[in-house]
Structure formats: structure tokens, C-alpha cells
């Protein structure tokens, strides 16, 4: 039985832990907080967690359920946070894993072992060292906890915070009656921005370099993604793409999914262009949409004013790369996160430009021992994603799968974040297919 550790008990380090224990092998998980959910526990301990009190999911039930986990049909449709943090702990006693997860546990150092395996030092929460072996890592610490700040030109003189630190209106400073500009146009930039200016800032301005496609989550109150096919890898696919080849019907589907964007949702970007926000990318898949129900409405009353790109910072004023000119008595950076893995050594994992090239979106193509888990670009939820990672490192590791010549590795092998936005059912079912392959292969090597 081989012994894996994995590191991290938020979604993705859950479902990785429970999959590989199912799989037969010996897991255990560390996690540095003494609550499991990382990001969706709001103050989480380990002082990592971005959620705030609005903070709800952006897919759907469908989109966002495991293969063999729901949540309940009554709940809404879009979770808030203390329920994805309590279908998580829910989801942990119905498959009898807890005693696998060891809160308060900080993974400070993973060495590489030659030819295979990993020396894994460990501090508790009393500060003690220690250091254990394993044959396999399976790192699930996230992408959302290293918050990315850009170099601004000029000295800032008023409040000025990562929205990281944002739980609210009030938190981590009132912006009631004062003047807000928000740096980013992701789902958190354009949550936050609308919340404060409903709340009761005096103006609030949203700042953006460059723009994306920016979709409402409901549609007359029913989810906007309600009628889109494929959004889970656990969808059934379309006989017809089934039998393309894998490139053929991603290329295929991504021109549909493109074409059906832009004749649904073209006017509505076209309005918000109109309103000030950047020009979005040609191709929607090119970049993350955003997802934000109240934005429109918020440009057009005026309750959010559009701004480009910042310049500059004298004091308080905010130089736009326009020219254009406001003053901040709160400037907030949803300028997003970096990918960091620091106990792993770089020769392993070098994520200095934020990006990562793996196997199948998971393995590492030289290290057939790490797997990273939960990161990804789909045009749906990341949690079932994470779960098809774990379903194939624990196939691979626990020989029910045999990996392909050095050549085929390298030809699936690209970044994980560094590129076009995939479907996710397509992706699971080129996953299901290639452990297929893999099967195969281990039983004639079994021969």
C-alpha cells in the first residue's frame, strides 16, 4: 500500500484525500488551520481565507456537485459560503475520513527522494518538527491565498488593502459616505464594487486594464447557465463528439460555445463597453469570464463608474491612464492571487510566472510522484475537476493505471492556467478515456 500525503483540507485537498483512501491507499492530509474549508471558511484560522459575507458560489448545484456527492435538492441554487463549508464537513463523515485530516499541521519543507518519494517535515500547532515518508504528494494548498498586488507609481495616502482582507462594507473599514476605488474586474472586483456602492459609499470606481466577458449569474431569476450543456465532467457527451478526436471536438465545441456567447450575451458586453469597461477579449474563452449579477445595473445608474487602468497615485488622487483623475479615500487591489507552492522546491514546481505545465492538468511530467490537484481553467466549477485530478492520481498510484512513453506524456503536458478556458465535460470525458488507455496498459504489463 503506498503512502501519500496530501496537502491542504479545502475542497480540493478533501476530495483528493477521500478518493485516494477509496483508491486503497494510505492518505494523510495536513492542513495548516485548525478548520478544514479553506477558502470557503469565513476568518478561517489559518488567515488564508478570501471569503466575505456575501460571498456566494458563481455555478450552479449541477455544475458544482463530486460523482458521488449532492448537495441537497432545497438548498439554493448558488451556496453562500457557511453552506459549501457545511456540504464539506457533511461530505467528509458520509464517506468516514476525518481521522485522515490533521488540522493544525503546517507543511514547512517536501524534498524530493531519488528515484521516487518524498521527505515531508512537519510542524504541529505547538511547534514541534517532524519529519515523515512518503511515496506520493499530492498538493491541494490553492491558488487563492498569496494575493497579487501590483507596483503602483506614487505614494498612497489613503486606505489601501487587498480584497483578501474585504468581509464587507464595514470590514476591514467602513466605506460608508466615502470614496472607493476598486482595482480589478474579476467576480470579486465587480461583487465588491456594487456591494459598497449599494451599502452606502459617496462614489465608487472600478478600475480595469484590460477587459473580459462579463455574464450574469440569473436570467429573469433563473441561473443563466441553467440551459448550457456540458458544465459538469461528470455530463454525458453528445455521441457525435464522443467519437472526434479529443482535439477535433474541443476545437468544435469551443467554436459553438463561442458563437452561442456572443449572440446570448454580445449586446449586453456591447453595453457595458458603452458604459466604460474595457473592451473584452474576441474570443470569450480567451480569458475567465466574469460572473456578476447587479454590475450592469450599477454602471448604468451610476452608482459604479468604469475607469481604466491606474496610472499613477499622488496622495489620494488617482491619475487613469486616460488622463482622467478621481480622489480614494479606500482603494481595494482585486488584482487576483499568485500560485505559490513554498515547500516545494522550485527545480519541481516554478511558478514564478504564476503557471504551471502538468500532465493531463495534474502530474508532473517528470515527477510521476506529484500531482497538483484543483487548479485549473474551466468554463465551470472547480471542484469536480479537482475530483477527476484525484481520480487519476489515484488510479496511477495504485497501479490500475499505467502511464504512456515519455512522448506522449510530453505531448499532453501544458499550462494549467496559461490557456484557452476548457468544458468540463469534455475534459472529463478525454480524463475517462485515457484512464481507460491506461488500464489497458497495466494489464498487458501485468501479463
Known amino acids: 500500500m503506498k503512502s501519500v500525503c496530501v496537502v491542504g483540507a479545502g475542497p480540493a485537498g478533501l476530495v483528493a484525500t477521500k478518493t485516494l483512501a477509496l483508491a486503497g491507499l494510505d492518505v494523510s492530509c495536513f492542513e495548516l488551520s485548525s478548520e478544514i474549508g479553506g477558502h470557503w471558511k469565513l476568518d478561517n484560522p489559518s488567515g488564508r481565507s478570501a471569503a466575505y459575507h456575501s460571498l ?33 464537513e457533511s461530505y467528509i463523515d458520509h464517506f468516514g475520513f476525518r481521522d485522515r485530516i490533521h488540522l493544525g499541521v503546517e507543511v514547512l519543507e517536501a524534498t524530493a527522494r531519488e528515484p521516487s518519494g518524498w521527505s515531508v517535515e512537519l510542524r504541529d500547532a505547538n511547534g514541534e518538527t ?40 464595514e470590514e476591514p473599514v467602513s466605506t460608508r459616505d466615502r470614496r472607493v476605488v476598486v482595482v480589478g474586474n474579476g467576480n470579486t472586483g465587480c461583487e465588491i464594487a456594487c456591494e459598497m456602492a449599494a451599502a452606502g459609499a459617496q462614489s465608487v470606481e472600478l478600475s480595469a486594464r484590460s477587459g473580459t466577458w462579463i455574464m450574469p449569474k440569473r436570467i ?58 474595457p473592451e473584452p477579449p474576441a474570443n470569450p474563452l480567451d480569458k475567465r469570464a466574469t460572473v456578476c449579477d447587479p454590475l450592469l445595473d450599477s454602471l448604468e445608474s451610476g452608482a459604479v463608474v468604469a475607469r481604466p487602468g491606474i496610472e499613477r497615485v499622488e496622495g489620494k488622487e488617482i491619475i487613469y491612464t486616460d488622463g482622467s483623475r478621481s480622489n480614494a479615500d479606500v482603494l481595494i487591489f482585486a488584482t487576483g492571487y499568485h500560485l505559490r507552492y513554498p515547500y516545494l522546491d522550485e527545480e519541481w514546481v516554478d511558478t514564478r510566472d504564476d503557471d504551471l505545465s502538468l500532465f493531463l492538468g495534474t502530474m508532473h511530467p517528470e515527477r510521476h510522484d506529484l500531482f497538483i490537484v484543483g487548479v485549473s481553467r474551466p468554463t465551470g466549477a472547480f471542484w469536480p475537476i479537482a475530483e477527476m485530478h484525484a481520480q487519476f492520481a489515484a488510479a496511477l498510484l495504485s497501479g490500475r493505471y499505467a502511464l504512456p512513453g515519455a512522448r506522449e506524456i510530453e505531448k499532453h503536458t501544458q499550462p494549467i492556467l496559461g490557456r484557452r478556458a476548457f468544458n468540463p465535460a469534455l475534459y472529463g470525458l478525454a480524463m475517462r478515456e485515457e484512464l481507460e488507455r491506461g488500464a489497458r496498459r497495466a494489464d498487458r504489463a501485468a501479463r
Open 220 to 277: 429573469d431569476g433563473r441561473p443563466a447557465a441553467a440551459s448550457a450543456p456540458m458544465m459538469s465532467p461528470f455530463d454525458e457527451v453528445p455521441a457525435l463528439l464522443r467519437f472526434l478526436p479529443r482535439r477535433w471536438r474541443e476545437d468544435l465545441f469551443a467554436w459553438l460555445g463561442t458563437k452561442m456567447m456572443k449572440r446570448m450575451m454580445g449586446d449586453r458586453m456591447k453595453r457595458l463597453v458603452e458604459l466604460g469597461m
Open 56 to 88: 456566494e458560489t458563481n455555478t450552479t448545484k449541477a455544475m458544482s456537485r463530486l460523482s458521488d456527492y449532492e448537495m441537497p435538492e432545497e438548498w439554493e441554487e448558488f451556496s453562500p459560503y457557511d453552506r459549501v463549508h457545511e456540504w464539506f
Open 130 to 169: 517532524t519529519t515523515r515518508e512518503f511515496d506520493a504528494l499530492v498538493a491541494c494548498s490553492g491558488s487563492y491565498w498569496s494575493p497579487k498586488i501590483p507596483e503602483l507609481v506614487g505614494d498612497v495616502e489613503g486606505e489601501a488593502f487587498h480584497a483578501q482582507q474585504y468581509r464587507g462594507p
